[in-house]
């Protein structure tokens, strides 16, 4: 065996995997379904019943089985790459023990409309995870009920404007603020729920500027939707007087606390005077994001905006669970049902095997590691990090490889590609591109210094081959299943096939 080189030597499998139902053989089964005890027919109405089963594919479990593996094999992920690359995302490392948790008969056989005395023990755990983010962000009452980030700040902003109208303003406050390195489900939200979106852009030093806030607060103004630490990972100092300005303005403050891996133990969304705020469970509390679902957002309110929580919530009379629909004022539901149960678990797990030292502890980790890395970064020839010159970031940092580019041609973009070679990624940064040829990152508490290291390693890789052979990096992948992905076929509905249906008749033209 020789000894192991200066960077990991990667070479994605490839094999040209058919989907399952050109795979399909008939006549194979891989289980073998049991009949219902009660026959359809008799069971469900004439106009819901089936004229032909469903075209389902056939296939033993071995190809089944064959199939999801080698899918597998021409993925990354956290658990098969340093995947500190997917900025702004917070991955980490998921514990497999809280996966056996989900998979257990009593949570992966709940059925959402099962009577509440019997499932005391899922709700159980909705309320106690509800308490612990509560204490978590200071607010005094969070829900569970949106399935997503985004769908999280949208509760919020519903929940903003049920504020104001019923204190009868709303026609008057339908401006929203926030800033450019918010994330952008913060204007998105706002913008879809009816209000005008006030963006603010950074000051000299990358901080959101309190001058232009000044500016734009007034009678018109419903709330500010702002993200601390920003996606730079520069934390806003003057945090508590960006809220004192919009309170006094007669607005409410909205923290997007999707960035709070850095923060946790250490500050809190009600100690800066936070009327609401959300987590994002599948970032912070470590449940998967699973391709970007489903995930799991809490949102955290304070007393006076109780009334409009998403409904049902859920209650505790000292002796049972229940989920109280009676709520009048409330928004309304945010999803069917209440939230994505499995996540709910698997945060309320790690919550538990941490506890409130260790939160803290995380957060800590996650700061050492990424002020290390950056500390790496920036020795690499070609990049900076705009902004707060010399200061410390929390737990991510927005990089630029303008230099880099001036000087090679070779853009972000293309050593994001480049990097699938050596058995990782990165993102480059949301748009618009405000910080030029960007580059986020972002390490959690769950990467070693050597994975860091080596992480650095690949890029001052990539860079010296585009000081020295650029074509090396713009013609990249070399060692991947797939080249460059085609922007043509994501903009046409014409190549869209999401069902099977779907691709017979575009990609295979039956």
């Given at each position: 065996m020789g000894a192991k080189p200066p960077l990991r030597r990667f070479h994605q499998a490839s094999w040209d995997e058919p989907l399952l139902f050109e795979l399909s053989s008939p006549g194979e089964r891989g289980v073998q379904v049991p009949a219902p005890e009660v026959p359809f027919?008799?069971?469900?109405?004439?106009?819901?019943?089936?004229?032909?089963?469903?075209?389902?594919?056939?296939?033993?479990?071995?190809?089944?089985?064959?199939?999801?593996?080698?899918?597998?094999?021409?993925?990354?992920?956290?658990d098969l790459n340093i995947d500190v690359g997917q900025g702004t995302c917070t991955m980490k490392y998921s514990p497999k023990i809280n996966d056996q948790f989900v998979r257990d008969p009593g949570v992966a056989e709940l059925h959402p409309l099962q009577d509440e005395r019997t499932v005391q023990g899922v709700l159980e755990i909705v309320y106690r995870l509800e308490r612990m983010l509560a204490e978590i962000s200071g607010m005094d009452h969070v829900t569970l009920q949106p399935g997503a980030g985004s769908a999280a700040i949208y509760t919020n902003v519903a929940m903003i404007r049920a504020y104001f109208a019923a204190c009868g303003e709303l026609e008057q406050r339908d401006e929203i603020i926030t800033t450019i390195f918010s994330h952008p489900s913060n204007a998105a939200c706002a913008k879809t729920a009816g209000f005008k979106v006030i963006t603010l852009y950074p000051d000299a030093d990358g901080y959101p500027d309190l001058e232009a806030l000044k500016a734009a607060v007034g009678p018109r103004t419903a709330a500010l939707l702002i993200t601390n630490p920003e996606d730079t990972g520069i934390f806003n100092p003057r945090i508590e007087e960006f809220v004192r300005v919009v309170h006094e303005a007669g607005g409410l403050a909205c923290y997007d606390q999707a960035n709070a891996n850095g923060i946790l133990g250490i500050t809190r969304a009600r100690d800066a005077g936070f009327d609401l705020c959300h987590f994002n469970l599948h970032k912070t509390f470590s449940t998967p994001h699973a391709c970007g679902?489903?995930?799991?957002?809490?949102?955290?309110?304070?007393?006076?905006?109780?009334?409009?929580?998403?409904?049902?919530?859920?209650?505790f009379d000292g002796a049972s669970y229940w989920l109280n629909d009676d709520r009048p004022a409330s928004v309304g539901k945010i999803r069917p049902f209440y939230g994505?149960?499995?996540?709910?678990?698997?945060?309320?797990?790690?919550?538990?095997?941490?506890?409130?030292?260790?939160?803290?502890?995380?957060?800590?980790?996650?700061?050492?590691?990424?002020?290390?890395?950056?500390?790496?970064?920036?020795?690499?020839?070609?990049?900076?990090?705009?902004?707060?010159?010399?200061?410390?970031?929390?737990?991510?940092?927005?990089y630029s490889w303008a230099e880099l580019t001036e000087d090679t041609g070779v853009h972000s973009d293309d050593i994001g590609v480049r990097a699938a070679d050596f058995g990782t990624h990165y993102w480059t940064s949301h748009h618009p591109f405000v910080v030029p040829e960007p580059m986020t990152l972002e390490p959690t508490e769950s990467y070693s210094k050597a994975d860091l290291d080596e992480y650095a390693a690949i890029l001052a890789e990539v860079a010296r081959e585009a000081y020295e052979d650029a074509d090396v990096v713009r013609t990249a992948p070399h060692n991947s299943t797939v080249h460059r992905v085609r922007p043509d076929t994501l903009d046409s509905s014409e190549t869209w096939a999401v069902t099977w249906r779907a691709y017979r008749r575009k990609i295979l033209g039956e």
């Amino acid at each position: 065996m020789g000894a192991k080189p200066p960077l990991r030597r990667f070479h994605q499998a490839s094999w040209d995997e058919p989907l399952l139902f050109e795979l399909s053989s008939p006549g194979e089964r891989g289980v073998q379904v049991p009949a219902p005890e009660v026959p359809f027919d008799d069971a469900l109405p004439a106009g819901l019943r089936r004229q032909d089963p469903p075209g389902l594919p056939e296939l033993s479990q071995l190809h089944v089985l064959r199939h999801y593996l080698r899918l597998s094999q021409e993925n990354l992920g956290v658990d098969l790459n340093i995947d500190v690359g997917q900025g702004t995302c917070t991955m980490k490392y998921s514990p497999k023990i809280n996966d056996q948790f989900v998979r257990d008969p009593g949570v992966a056989e709940l059925h959402p409309l099962q009577d509440e005395r019997t499932v005391q023990g899922v709700l159980e755990i909705v309320y106690r995870l509800e308490r612990m983010l509560a204490e978590i962000s200071g607010m005094d009452h969070v829900t569970l009920q949106p399935g997503a980030g985004s769908a999280a700040i949208y509760t919020n902003v519903a929940m903003i404007r049920a504020y104001f109208a019923a204190c009868g303003e709303l026609e008057q406050r339908d401006e929203i603020i926030t800033t450019i390195f918010s994330h952008p489900s913060n204007a998105a939200c706002a913008k879809t729920a009816g209000f005008k979106v006030i963006t603010l852009y950074p000051d000299a030093d990358g901080y959101p500027d309190l001058e232009a806030l000044k500016a734009a607060v007034g009678p018109r103004t419903a709330a500010l939707l702002i993200t601390n630490p920003e996606d730079t990972g520069i934390f806003n100092p003057r945090i508590e007087e960006f809220v004192r300005v919009v309170h006094e303005a007669g607005g409410l403050a909205c923290y997007d606390q999707a960035n709070a891996n850095g923060i946790l133990g250490i500050t809190r969304a009600r100690d800066a005077g936070f009327d609401l705020c959300h987590f994002n469970l599948h970032k912070t509390f470590s449940t998967p994001h699973a391709c970007g679902g489903p995930a799991a957002g809490a949102c955290g309110v304070t007393d006076a905006l109780a009334p409009y929580l998403p409904r049902p919530t859920v209650e505790f009379d000292g002796a049972s669970y229940w989920l109280n629909d009676d709520r009048p004022a409330s928004v309304g539901k945010i999803r069917p049902f209440y939230g994505v149960i499995p996540n709910l678990v698997r945060a309320y797990a790690w919550i538990m095997s941490l506890g409130a030292e260790g939160l803290r502890e995380v957060a800590e980790i996650a700061v050492l590691n990424n002020n290390y890395l950056m500390k790496k970064v920036l020795e690499i020839r070609g990049v900076s990090a705009p902004y707060a010159e010399g200061r410390r970031r929390i737990e991510q940092v927005r990089y630029s490889w303008a230099e880099l580019t001036e000087d090679t041609g070779v853009h972000s973009d293309d050593i994001g590609v480049r990097a699938a070679d050596f058995g990782t990624h990165y993102w480059t940064s949301h748009h618009p591109f405000v910080v030029p040829e960007p580059m986020t990152l972002e390490p959690t508490e769950s990467y070693s210094k050597a994975d860091l290291d080596e992480y650095a390693a690949i890029l001052a890789e990539v860079a010296r081959e585009a000081y020295e052979d650029a074509d090396v990096v713009r013609t990249a992948p070399h060692n991947s299943t797939v080249h460059r992905v085609r922007p043509d076929t994501l903009d046409s509905s014409e190549t869209w096939a999401v069902t099977w249906r779907a691709y017979r008749r575009k990609i295979l033209g039956e």
